[in-house]
């Protein structure tokens, strides 16, 4: 339950310190990162509490992960690849917990 609580506090925190100006449009477009979600439908189960999601699934495979820290570099995928950066690092803090 905590693990979703903070793919919703996190980026919001994130759109109002960083894009305060357009923190609601900013905060959206990180919720929208979450249908990257949509690749545990291809596991079986589909939700497994022990299972570590990076690296498993297809969308949050490091290889992957690159590409959305590329997005950083331009501006008009910047706050889309942020939501998936951080919905990547709170996966992962799932993994060493």
């Given at each position: 339950?905590?693990?979703?609580?903070?793919?919703?506090?996190?980026?919001?925190?994130?759109?109002?310190?960083?894009?305060?100006?357009?923190?609601?449009?900013?905060?959206?477009?990180?919720?929208?990162?979450?249908?990257?979600?949509?690749?545990?439908?291809?596991?079986?189960?589909i939700?497994?509490?022990?299972?570590?999601?990076?690296?498993?699934?297809?969308?949050?495979?490091?290889?992957?992960?690159?590409?959305?820290?590329?997005?950083?570099?331009?501006p008009?995928?910047?706050?889309?690849?942020?939501?998936?950066?951080?919905?990547?690092?709170?996966?992962?803090?799932?993994?060493?917990?």
């Amino acid at each position: 339950m905590i693990h979703i609580v903070f793919h919703f506090i996190v980026p919001l925190l994130i759109a109002i310190i960083f894009y305060h100006r357009k923190w609601l449009k900013s905060w959206l477009i990180m919720m929208l990162t979450m249908l990257v979600d949509l690749d545990h439908l291809l596991a079986t189960p589909i939700y497994d509490p022990n299972r570590c999601s990076i690296g498993f699934h297809p969308l949050h495979h490091p290889n992957i992960i690159a590409v959305y820290a590329l997005m950083l570099l331009f501006p008009k995928t910047r706050i889309i690849g942020l939501g998936l950066l951080i919905h990547m690092i709170l996966d992962g803090l799932d993994c060493v917990i």
